[in-house]
């Protein structure tokens, strides 16, 4: 039975695949490299968050996070012939990533949590879940990562990590404070979109 809480996992893994081919279809990519961004993007974060806490990653022992992953490049390569120009900020792709973004983030809360992390590395692994694969994109096409100079992102993340540990060091159930990261998450990115909220600079 598909749970929301996986559907949601499964829409923001298309949806970080199709962003990072985006980044390959701006940067005029062959197929190979367009690819190659949208894997990264897709399966990067939790691969890392996995090596972190010392588990083999799970986006590798499975097929479907793959086909998810490339599913959300051939979107990208489709739109972007459709649309011809630039399809970062289209809202097919801005609300599927907003709602990718905050299920990462519950599912990164969620493995922190249950290997014994401190409440910063709860918050760490929530945070690079949702935002390790896009860092990891930036980089490869030789760009200051995006969350740490643009929009009101990673931050969102962060907070719904936090709310995660918060709730579970209360003795909430985990059903409970997913819920609660996922809902802050996707609430904050929404209103940040609606808004055009961004951290200030120094």
């Not at 367009?34 to 806490?53: E, H, K, M, P, Q």
């Not at 097929?63 to 992953?69: H, P, S, V």
């Not at 740490?148 to 159930?173: I, K, M, N, Q, S």
Request: aromatic content about 6%.
């Amino acid at each position: 039975m598909l749970t929301p809480f996986a559907a949601m996992n499964a829409l923001g893994t298309v949806a970080f695949g199709a962003a990072g081919a985006s980044k390959g279809v701006e940067k005029d990519l062959d197929y190979l490299g367009v690819s190659v961004l949208g894997v990264v993007t897709a399966l990067g974060g939790g691969i890392t968050r996995d090596l972190l806490v010392g588990k083999v990653p799970g986006a590798l022992l499975s097929e479907l996070d793959m086909t998810l992953a490339l599913a959300g490049v051939g979107v990208a390569i489709v739109l972007a012939h459709l649309e011809a120009g630039d399809i970062a900020d289209s809202p097919l792709l801005t609300i599927p990533d907003a709602i990718g973004l905050a299920a990462f983030a519950g599912t990164g809360a969620i493995v922190g949590y249950q290997a014994g992390l401190s409440p910063f590395g709860v918050v760490i692994t929530a945070t690079l879940t949702g935002t390790g694969g896009g860092a990891i994109r930036d980089l490869l096409a030789q760009e200051v990562p995006s969350i740490l100079h643009e929009d009101f992102y990673a931050t969102c993340a962060l907070a719904g990590g936090a709310v995660f540990w918060v709730v579970r060091e209360a003795g909430g159930p985990q059903v409970w404070a997913t819920a609660l990261s996922v809902g802050l998450a996707l609430g904050l990115r929404l209103a940040a979109m609606r808004y055009d909220w961004s951290l200030p600079n120094p």
